[in-house]
């Protein structure tokens, strides 16, 4: 078979009734080291045992599952024989239950088809290119959506928040990540943050020709830093191209979760959630997302990717800190507390409709909005246009060719050589000392009082009036009046069980805007968080919650009390407005 003609049709093509890539008959070193015929076709690769009648003991592995392949000479010397492994990460019922979820599947198959061991390692090596490049073609892609894909090989720099979460994110990049990353074939360099701002500091200054994607395993707030270090850099408009990933290390992994939603998943809690955020960024899809541009009334302008809460939730958000050793569990724990003592928030909420065209003088709204926020640099008169180009980076897009990791690399369980760790790390389990330093409540994002508030670059925000003006005459006042809450969702999910926005995606160009009035009973507000879960508190037809799909809103608080919050992150209470910038960003996703 190895020494055929390679001009004459390869009659392997035609076996067992399969017209496919690649046909052989190889050890499954896994599975009881039977011999079995292995069939690869565009899509699939077929397992069938030689002593089984047919039909019986086949097992058929679909390439959308499947993340990568690698060969490898045997350990052994004396072994002449070669071998692939390839890793596949289909749905499988959950333990006990008839939930499904990712579960890690490897195929390892012993070619000895010569006498020569380079032979052999050559026809190993012939198939694990040609499952690893099926794989590729054949991604999975939801209607309707544009895509591109991460160039390969992809240079990763994986940004770790040792403290997010209940302080386990380098213990899952052991367990999960660094095998999935290693079984792709992708090299990547681990940044493990030391403090706040870090992340924003290290992708501010960073050589961005060095990365093709910047992915962070850590809760939503190590992602808002990187995406406002982006936005603070002279080359913003091409630096915050970049694709991010997102693997969900924090308590809240509202992005991770919604990403995991838009893969048409189900709902997926912890490693379950990380092992299928990892195999999407495995497979290294992208897709744009909106970013918001937020301004504070001390001049301060962020970005943020996620949502924008006052009242309840922000409070629940941040006093829950305080159990955060109990992961996910504290934003419930905190729910209720809250509950308890229920209060209601007084403020002026205005905002602009999706369906509304913006009134004509933006232009002048824009000059003005610059000439009064200290926040935007000078140099943003001539920033760009505010539609990113439709086209991504071509140098992000290319056709897919195999990973670093050479054919005769040795099998998952090492690391790539290319692949490194930055920064020391404490113990995942020495989180003692720094757990202050992480929570979001103490760490007030303050105007002024870093270097970073006043760096902010961004496209103009042409919707939006100064603060200290009236909001524009087309926009919907809503009556001042007393709140329970405010929530604007860009993303489906506000934490990994709360789909607050279901109808959100991650480049719809519109803010869900829900807020839900004062007069709401104790038990309607639970029942409409318990209904959250599923996305389903619209049905509960509660006549205090309201929801409108924005472009741009403006909330000026007019009680004392009732924090704000910026993807998870608190920020200095008093009026706030935003506008979406649609398909700013790029986002690994599905
Ligand atoms: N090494 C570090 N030490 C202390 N704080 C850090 C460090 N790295 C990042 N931070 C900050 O910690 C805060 C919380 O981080 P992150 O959101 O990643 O985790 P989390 O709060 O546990 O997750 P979630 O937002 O999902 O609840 C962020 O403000 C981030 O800027």
């Known amino acids: ?71 490898f000479k045997g350990e052994d010397n004396a ?7 390839a890793y596949f990460y289909p749905f499988k019922r959950k333990w006990l239950s008839s939930a499904m979820a990712r579960q890690r599947l490897e195929q390892c198959f012993r070619v000895a088809l010569a006498q020569d061991p380079s032979a052999n390692l050559e026809e190993a090596e012939r198939w694990a290119r040609a499952i690893r490049d099926a794989s590729f073609r054949h991604l999975p892609r939801r209607d309707g959506a544009v895509y591109c894909e991460v160039r390969r090989p992809c240079r990763l720099m994986l940004l770790l928040n040792p403290n997010s979460g209940r302080g386990q994110a380098m213990s899952l990049f052991t367990t999960h990540i660094q095998r999935m990353l290693t079984e792709a074939a992708v090299p990547h360099t681990l940044v493990i943050t030391e403090h706040q701002n870090h992340a924003r500091e290290l992708v501010r200054e960073a050589d961005l020709s060095q990365w093709d994607a910047l992915v962070i395993l850590s809760g939503d707030g190590l992602l808002f830093e990187v995406v406002n270090g982006l936005m603070e850099r002279e080359d913003w408009e091409v630096a915050i191209q970049t694709p991010l990933g997102i693997l969900p290390g924090g308590s809240g992994n509202a992005l991770a979760a919604s990403v995991n939603h838009y893969s048409g998943t189900p709902m997926l809690l912890g490693e379950e959630l990380l ?14 997302m909106d970013l918001v541009s937020v301004h504070l009334a001390s001049g301060q302008r962020l970005f943020s990717f996620l949502a924008l809460a006052w009242g309840f939730v922000a409070d629940v958000d941040i006093e829950s800190e305080r159990y955060r050793q109990a992961g996910a569990l504290r934003f419930l724990l905190g729910t209720l507390v809250r509950l308890a003592s229920l209060r209601s928030y007084r403020g002026r909420l205005a905002f602009l409709p999706v369906h509304q065209e913006p009134a004509a003088e933006q232009e002048g709204r824009v000059a003005r909005l610059v000439a009064s926020t200290s926040s935007i640099s000078s140099d943003n008169d001539s920033s760009p246009s505010t539609s990113p180009p439709d086209s991504p980076n071509s140098s992000f897009c290319s056709a897919m060719s195999c990973g670093p990791l050479t054919d005769s690399s040795p099998p998952c369980s090492a690391l790539c050589p290319e692949n490194s760790v930055h920064s020391s790390s404490p113990s995942p389990n020495d989180n003692n000392t ?16 870093d270097q970073t508030t006043s760096l902010i670059k961004g496209p103009p925000d042409s919707l939006l009036s100064p603060l200290d003006e009236p909001v524009p005459a087309d926009w919907t006042q809503v009556p001042e009046t007393g709140f329970i809450l405010m929530l604007a969702m860009y993303q489906s999910y506000l934490a990994e069980d709360l789909q607050a926005a279901p109808e959100a995606r991650t480049q719809d160009g519109c803010i869900h805007l829900y807020y839900v009035l004062e007069g709401v009973s104790r038990a309607a507000l639970l029942r409409l968080f318990l209904a959250m879960e599923k996305g389903t508190h619209m049905a509960c037809e ?49």
Do not use: W
């Open 434 to 449: 720094l757990h202050n330093a992480s929570n979001n409540a103490i760490k007030l994002l303050q105007a002024g009082s």
């Open 1 to 71: 078979m190895m020494d055929r003609d390679k001009t004459e049709p390869d009659p392997s093509h035609h076996r067992n009734g399969i017209v496919g890539l690649l046909y052989g008959e190889f050890t499954d070193i896994l599975n009881g080291k039977v011999r079995c015929s292995v069939s690869l076709t565009d899509h699939a690769l077929t397992v069938q045992k030689i002593t089984s009648s047919p039909g019986q003991g086949k097992v058929v592995f679909d390439l959308n599952d499947c993340i990568g392949c690698h060969a």
């Open 275 to 288: 092992v299928s955020c990892g195999f999407l960024l495995c497979k290294g899809l992208l897709s744009p």
């Open 542 to 590: 509660c006549p205090q919650l309201v929801y409108h799909q924005v472009r741009a809103l403006r909330l000026e608080p007019l009680s004392t009390q009732g924090a704000l919050t910026v993807d998870g992150e608190q920020v200095e209470c008093g009026p706030i407005q935003a506008q979406i910038h649609g398909s700013v960003a790029r986002l690994i996703s599905s």
């Open 79 to 85: 072994d002449t024989a070669a071998y692939f492994s």
